[in-house]
T-cell receptor
Framework: SAVISQKPSRDICQRGTSLTIQCQVD?????MFWYRQQPGQSLTLIAT?????????ESGFVIDKFPISRPNLTFSTLTVSNMSPEDSSIYLC???????????FGDGTRLSIL | DQQVKQNSPSLSVQEGRISILNCDYT??????FLWYKKYPAEGPTFLIS?????DKNEDGRFTVFLNKSAKHLSLHIVPSQPGDSAVYFC??????????????FGKGTKLSVKP
């Protein structure tokens, strides 16, 4: 399965700032996704990162807060904008390979906002 | 409203015995179910899946059972090993034939296997 590298692995940020998380895959993949796991909660899909077009956001998530880029089939970024303590979560990138294989996850970015 | 529920936050089992992790769902449109295992500081790792046309899928020590009428699935691990200690997430999807994009996850069950 694809190897996914997420950067940074963790960060501590100040309220009101923004952070961009990178997701690099070692092979071309058709679909990439961004999830959030708030403390004690389940993983929740933020958006599907579409190559060459705007991301598709799930209910409750908006582009202004979580802008996403996907310039090619191996790379995507998620920005968490104007952060508040409620944004403290683990953010995970996942990919769906060819042949309808199950989603495969990166190790996540643990984000804490002071 | 949680569509996928794992009602046991934790489970402790002796090495060599069976571990049974349970998952309930509410959406009858779900047609594909997955179990992921997660170690600390790592991302979830796919373990086993089952489509709604089956009621059982087995892979080595891991077996998933699906009861569609009860909207319930379970993961059996036999025999349990200390290396199985992790958080197990149940997930469901309603578009198996399509993108499987939106996986709905439960909150997870932390399994501890004691030597």
């Amino acid at each position: 399965s694809a190897v996914i590298s997420q950067k940074p692995s963790r960060d501590i940020c100040q309220r009101g700032t923004s952070l961009t998380i990178q997701c690099q895959v070692d092979s071309q993949v058709t679909m990439m996704f961004w999830y959030r796991q708030q403390p004690g909660q389940s993983l929740t899909l933020i958006a599907t990162a579409n190559q060459g077009s705007e991301a598709t956001y799930e209910s409750g998530f908006v582009i202004d807060k979580f802008p996403i880029s996907r310039p090619n089939l191996t790379f995507s970024t998620l920005t968490v904008s104007n952060m508040s303590p409620e944004d403290s979560s683990i953010y995970l990138c996942s990919v769906l390979g060819e042949g309808n294989q199950p989603q495969h996850f990166g190790d996540g970015t643990r984000l804490s906002i002071l | 409203d949680q569509q996928v529920k794992q009602n046991s936050p934790s489970l402790s089992v002796q090495e060599g015995r069976i571990s049974i992790l349970n998952c309930d769902y509410t959406n009858s449109m779900f047609d594909y179910f997955l179990w992921y295992k997660k170690y600390p500081a790592e991302g979830p790792t796919f373990l086993i899946s089952i489509s709604s046309i089956k009621d059982k899928n087995e892979d080595g020590r891991f077996t998933v059972f699906l009861n569609k009428s009860a909207k319930h699935l379970s993961l059996h691990i036999v025999p349990s090993q200390p290396g199985d200690s992790a958080v197990y997430f149940c997930a469901a999807s309603s578009n198996y034939g399509g993108s499987q994009g939106n996986l709905i996850f439960g909150k997870g069950t932390k399994l501890s296997v004691k030597p």
